[in-house]
């Protein structure tokens, strides 16, 4: 809500920016709290992530200095807690940042990870119908240009590295 009301009749955007990624740097410990204790349940896994969410969006690039912190966070709790709405947030952060090289390894790597949470749950039709939410969310469904080249080259890397 204050994210949209700085957009709608709030400072210009330098301002607006700083602001929004002042309070989320201000908040971070009480959002890593919020996680760690409420972070399985599907509200508060949904509230947060719309935060997230609406400050990546409104910010944009300028959210960068969050940005690592936001993919540990995200590949932990999504490994703990296995909530659709985290895979969700990470795709923002695909959307935001997928077309800089500078950040193409990292969101490979964070896609790696939860992928590979994912995949150990989804070793039998039971793992897909006890998780419909996550079963159905396609995190990968944005593929930047930069995420694509660095998955060919690190996949080729070893693929001669082992043959």
Not at 4 to 26: D, M
């Amino acid at each position: 809500m204050l994210v949209s009301k700085l957009k709608s009749n709030g400072p210009k955007l330098s301002t607006q920016s700083s602001l929004v990624v002042s309070l989320v740097t201000q908040c971070w410990p009480f959002f890593e709290q919020i996680v760690q204790r409420y972070g399985s349940e599907g509200r508060c896994a949904e509230k947060l992530c719309r935060v997230y969410k609406q400050a990546l969006r409104a910010v944009k690039h300028e959210f960068e200095p969050l940005l690592n912190s936001l993919l540990q966070q995200l590949v932990a709790v999504f490994e703990h807690c296995f909530k659709s709405n985290y895979l969700y947030c990470a795709s923002i952060c695909i959307t935001e940042f997928g077309d800089r090289a500078d950040w193409a390894e990292r969101l490979f790597a964070a896609i790696t990870a939860l992928s590979r949470s994912a995949f150990k749950r989804f070793t039998s039709i039971e793992g897909f119908t006890n998780n419909p939410d996550v079963s159905r969310r396609r995190h990968t469904q944005t593929s930047p240009l930069a995420l694509c080249s660095h998955a060919c080259i690190h996949d080729g890397s070893h693929a001669h590295a082992g043959g």
